[in-house]
């Protein structure tokens, strides 16, 4: 896919480290790819310890003014900041398809995701109130205040490059917080394109900076920051792995985190479920992205009294999928994100084919000529506990279908896993709705609904996939911490 933007601007290939757009200072580059076809199409810094120093410094001179200029004000940046991304949808869409491999019309759904999310807290940042309370003592007033926490460093994915860096960035913003960003290494034009428009929107010099690095090199990128007692909390998106390392190496300043990380999503279809409108759910929250995003279904429960017909209709929903890269207009899944998530698909229906597993449709690689990370979307069925999809995340277009017979069995197995990002579970029953929604260890859950993600709801998980909310009034109080003052002598 060639990149062909209505603003040429949109393109940035430097870091940008108060107002200005600079190289990392030992002049490496990092180049960047299209998963369609592995071509490299761009390239931007390969940035060290040195360049995240010089943005933290950038971002905490920034702060007290930032932090002081009245929430109306922020508020009318982030406005404008909303509008321009709406402006330039098409051409955020194709720099998100370009360098992440998502279908063209997925990639303008998730550039308006994301504006939702900085919309929203436009809204919000002039309704950050605090408390007076009613004094335990005679002669004193007793008032509690909400601020900013500080400085922010924010650490994101590559399987939504736009929307998971708005959903962090938006919050801050509008609390007060300066912030240092630093996108996947697999996606970093989307968001340095979102940092331009947010500067074309007014947002001051110094409040938003954003560097890039390879995967080689972030680790001393990140660390600069966790290191950094000025830096006052890290929000982080990713796996849990690095969520955890993150967590054990902020404990050195006591940083405010949050993690949201990886998921092992159950999806339960009970016998009284319609189950049409199940297998809706199932595919758009299955097949959105490829199967490449943390709420996607990993494991599907289908009561065995329903199981055959379940199997039938999905598995000719799934066939119907067309794949193919982003520009083709009947495209619904695209290209992998690279080798090492085609390796890990291949890897995971292997050894649940080798274990007694079925597939009835996919179950290969295909359009090779066309590109090398293409993957035919799989039903897999006879799926038991000790395959390694059930207890890992795909991360792909896989449908892993289990069976079961009891509701206290299903919802055993659901959370029989370190995770607790999503449920879902269609039922009509009424009663088993509040008693399995109570039941299931999950931060999320869809009832009857597959597409549960939205700027006005608290998005994150429990147990290993982390804490913290992104999204709703929750995810601006992530972002302040809480002021007592109590003042004497009044009577
Ligand atoms: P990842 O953890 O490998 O990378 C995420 C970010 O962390 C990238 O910016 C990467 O450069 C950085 N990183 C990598 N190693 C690091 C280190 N040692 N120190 C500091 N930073 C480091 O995750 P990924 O493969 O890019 O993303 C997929 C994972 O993200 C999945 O597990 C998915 O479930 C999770 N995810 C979670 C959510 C959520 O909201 N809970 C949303 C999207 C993705």
Redesign the pocket.
């Known amino acids: 896919m060639t990149l062909n933007l209505n603003e040429a601007a949109l393109l940035r290939r430097h870091n940008a480290i108060g107002n200005e757009w600079r190289d990392a200072h030992a002049g490496a580059r990092l180049p960047v790819s299209n998963p369609a076809t592995d071509d490299v199409f761009a390239s931007v810094p390969d940035s060290d310890a040195i360049d995240a120093r010089a943005v933290a410094d950038a971002a905490c001179l920034a702060f007290p003014a930032w932090a002081a200029l009245p929430a109306h004000n922020r508020a009318q940046c982030l406005k404008r900041w909303h509008a321009l991304i709406v402006a330039h949808a098409d051409d955020l869409a194709t720099l998100i398809s370009t360098e992440q491999g998502k279908p063209l019309k997925e990639s303008r759904g998730e550039v308006m995701y994301g504006a939702s999310y900085v919309e929203w807290f436009a809204e919000e940042a002039v309704r950050t109130y605090g408390d007076i309370v009613p004094a335990a003592v005679a002669g004193r007033r007793m008032t509690v205040l909400k601020e900013p926490v500080g400085p922010i460093a924010a ?6 490059p736009l929307a ?1 860096i708005a959903r962090k960035i938006a919050p801050a913003l509008a609390a007060g917080c300066t912030v240092v960003a ?5 996606t970093p034009l989307t968001a340095l394109a979102l940092v331009y428009l947010a500067q074309q929107a007014g947002v001051p010099a110094g409040v938003l900076n954003i560097v890039t ?1 390879s ?1 080689e090199h ?2 001393a ?3 600069a920051w966790l290191q950094d007692s000025r830096i006052r909390k890290i929000t ?8 955890k ?2 967590a054990r190496e902020s404990a050195g300043t006591l940083k405010k985190l949050s993690l ?4 092992n999503a159950p999806f339960i279809v009970f016998e009284d479920a319609e189950i049409a409108a199940s297998i809706d759910g199932l595919m758009a929250s299955k097949f959105r992205n490829g199967g ?4 996607c279904p990993n494991r599907i429960y289908v009561h065995d009294s329903v199981y055959d017909d379940f199997v039938a209709q999905l598995t000719q929903r799934v066939a119907a999928l067309h794949v193919g890269p982003a520009t083709e207009s009947e495209s619904m899944i695209g290209p992998m994100i690279n080798a090492r998530a085609v390796e890990k698909i291949v890897r995971h229906i292997d050894d649940a084919v080798a274990r007694g597993a079925r597939v009835t449709t996919g179950g290969t690689r295909v359009r090779a000529n066309d590109g090398p990370h293409y993957f035919a979307p799989t039903v897999l069925i006879d799926v038991t506990p000790d395959m390694a999809l059930s207890c890992e ?1 795909t ?1 792909g277009p896989v449908a892993p279908i289990f069976r079961f017979s009891s509701e206290a069995d299903v919802i055993a197995q659901a959370n029989d896993t370190p995770f607790g ?1 999503a449920a879902y579970f269609y039922s009509n029953d009424v009663k088993r709705i509040w008693r399995v929604a109570q039941a299931l260890e999950t931060g999320i859950v869809g009832i009857n609904e597959g597409a549960i993600a939205s700027e006005a709801a608290p ?3 429990v147990k290993e ?2 804490y913290g909310r ?1 999204g709703s009034r929750y995810g601006l109080e992530d972002y302040m911490h809480t002021k007592y003052l109590c003042q004497g002598l009044l009577d």
């Open positions: 650490i994101t994915p590559w399987n939504f998971m630093k996108p996947a290494e697999d690095a995967r972030t680790p990128v990140v660390d982080f998106t990713g796996s849990t792995p690095v969520g390392h993150l949201e990380l990886g998921g490449q995003t943390c709420v995340e991360f990002l998005f994150g998980g996939s982390g992104e």
